[in-house]
């Protein structure tokens, strides 16, 4: 059972969320203050989409003729958009194709948005802490430098998409993208939000550099794909599994 006060995002618990035993005591916890607004990064922060995306460069890279890759050669491929993601897979497999990345980047694309969430899933917490967040009375917002379409059939068919009051694709805004602080801040706008109003959680360099470009708060997650020790990367705070967002956020705001 949690015990829910409003006031953009005082929460009590007066019972341990399943599977928090181990990470947070079953009595009663203090009410902690919560930011107005939190922003997830999607890929390596809400899901682990790196099957689904492996599957689909691997589809890509058959076609080519190219060797396979793996799933830990993928991770580090994740983070900058679909466009990086192909050229990353192709210079690891054997150059560049003489006629540009154009043609391969459409043919990942379309196969990919058609499997996004085949493979793909929550991490272990994440839809308990959204449920607490939301009912709360923070604002959740998705920013993610993943397509819209992509974004939109995972959000959907993982039953994410109602937690969510704003979504922001790589494409979304033309021409801007994480890190670039635009993306965020078109977000803040969509939810009427100030930068001192929010905190976004996520999982790489971009998340945590679109923030600090943006003003706002960061907590950096350490089970997702950064490419490097996610203690480098200067969020404000680091948690190691979504049972220990909620706590993190009352020390951002508290």
């Known amino acids: 059972v949690i015990q829910v006060t409003v006031c953009y ?21 203090p009410k902690v203050s919560l930011p107005k607004v939190v922003v997830f990064d999607l890929d390596g922060t809400l899901v682990d989409s790196v099957p689904d995306i492996e599957a689909a460069l691997n589809w890509l890279l058959a076609r080519l003729g190219r060797r396979q890759v793996a799933r830990d050669e993928v991770a580090g491929m994740v983070g900058d958009g679909v466009p990086k993601l192909v050229e990353r897979g192709l210079l690891a497999t054997g150059g560049l194709p003489d006629d540009g990345l154009e043609g391969p980047t459409a043919e990942f694309t379309a196969h990919y948005e058609a499997n996004a969430a085949t493979l793909t899933r929550p ?29 939109a059939e995972i959000l959907g068919a993982l039953d994410l998409a109602p ?73 404000d705070l680091l948690i190691d599994h979504f049972d220990d967002l909620v706590p993190a956020l009352g020390r951002l705001t508290g």
């Open 9 to 29: 995002g005082i929460l009590q618990w007066n019972y341990a969320m399943p599977g928090v035993k181990d990470r947070l005591p079953a009595t009663s916890l």
């Open 163 to 235: 937690f969510f009051a704003a979504v922001a694709g790589g494409d979304t805004v033309p021409g801007v993208r994480k890190p670039d602080p635009r993306h965020l801040m078109h977000v803040l706008d969509q939810l009427g939000a100030a930068p001192g109003d929010a905190v976004m959680v996520g999982d790489s360099h971009n998340d945590v550099n679109v923030a600090k470009a943006a003003g706002v708060a960061t907590v950096a997650v350490t089970f997702g794909y950064a490419h490097g020790p996610v203690e480098d990367l200067g969020a």
């Open 123 to 151: 991490f272990p917490g994440a839809v308990a802490a959204l449920a607490a967040l939301r009912d709360a009375g923070c604002l959740l917002a998705v920013c993610t430098n993943k397509p819209a379409g992509a974004t």
